[in-house]
């Protein structure tokens, strides 16, 4: 098992950057890919990035391809999502996740799931 804990949420401005954290523990981190969602008040959950567990590979949601960026510190057993020009729709709270294989773009692949960090961009 590996437990994810998410940190680094807040409230910025629109055009701002944030940079979230997710730590890990448990079985050697690098085994795990991981993925970032969220969830917006009153919508589904939604894929944002997911990382391989070399981090050689990584993809992105349409959503936010070329504003945020996954990447990972095996050395630190933790991931990151740098947001960059944030806006107010990126509004949500913003769950880690880990899978005990390849990356994935589905929610039902992944093993084991932080408590999730809130993000609010105001306009």
């Known amino acids: 098992q590996v437990h994810v804990v998410e940190s680094g949420g807040g409230l910025v401005q629109a055009g701002g950057s944030l940079r979230l954290s997710c730590a890990a523990s448990?079985?050697?981190?690098?085994?795990?890919?991981m993925g970032w969602f969220r969830q917006a008040p009153g919508k589904e959950r939604e894929f944002v990035a997911t990382?391989?567990?070399?981090?050689?590979?990584?993809y992105y949601a349409d959503s936010v391809k070329s504003r945020f960026t996954i990447s990972r510190d095996n050395a630190k057993n933790t991931v990151y999502l740098q947001m960059n020009s944030l806006k107010p729709k990126d509004t949500a709270v913003y769950y880690c996740?880990?899978?005990?294989?390849?990356?994935?773009?589905?929610?039902?692949?992944?093993?084991?799931w932080g408590q999730g960090t809130q993000v609010t961009v105001s306009s």
């Open positions: 996740a880990a899978r005990d294989g390849r990356s994935s773009w589905s929610e039902y692949e992944y093993d084991y």
């Open positions: 448990g079985r050697t981190f690098s085994r795990y890919a």
């Open positions: 990382i391989s567990r070399s981090g050689s590979t990584t």
